[in-house]
């Protein structure tokens, strides 16, 4: 912590106790790649942890906590690094979050691990948050439709998706986030 605190000083400052912006979603949606995309572009930095299993203390899972500026606003991110498969590990840090950012795979054969996502995301109390399309490039138009249509029936259909084109997609679902009034 104390590396990105001397990073970014001078050009904002992080609250030690601010919740994080959760990224979530299925085992091997993109959650990762999205935070180290976005770390980069911010010039923020990134520490693992490992998370002990409840059920299970001698086996643990990589978690990532980032921090950056976007647009001289401090930001803290947490994930799961790789494919997390007990998806209670998620419910504290859902319960802490700030927002959550939800990212999907429409890959036709990802449809069920989404649909399972977005219940347990609507598990904890309401929070402000976004949804990530991601591998937009990988599926036909068709998919993409399945995708809307578990969303749109979902109690987070009233979030903003962002599909990613870009590796920036997690900084444009903050800045949607920002946009509906919700500090982080």
Known sequence: MAR???????????????????VTGPPLAGKWTLVRDAVRFCGGSTTTFQYPLEDQPEMTETGVRAELLLESRPVRLMTFSGSIWDNEVWQPELRGAAAIVLVVDPQESRIEANQEAISWVTRVPRRSGCVIVSKCDLV????????????????????????????????????KIWAFGHEL
């Not at 990105?4 to 959760?22: C, D, E, K, W, Y």
């Not at 969303?151 to 997609?169: E, H, M, N």
């Open 4 to 22: 990105t605190r001397q990073a970014i000083s001078g050009r904002g400052r992080l609250n030690p106790q601010a919740s994080p912006v959760v």
């Open 140 to 175: 036909g138009r068709a998919e993409l439709r399945a995708v809307d249509r578990v969303l749109g029936v979902s109690a987070i259909a009233d979030w903003p998706i962002v599909r990613k084109t870009s590796s920036l997609a997690l900084l444009e679902a903050i800045k």
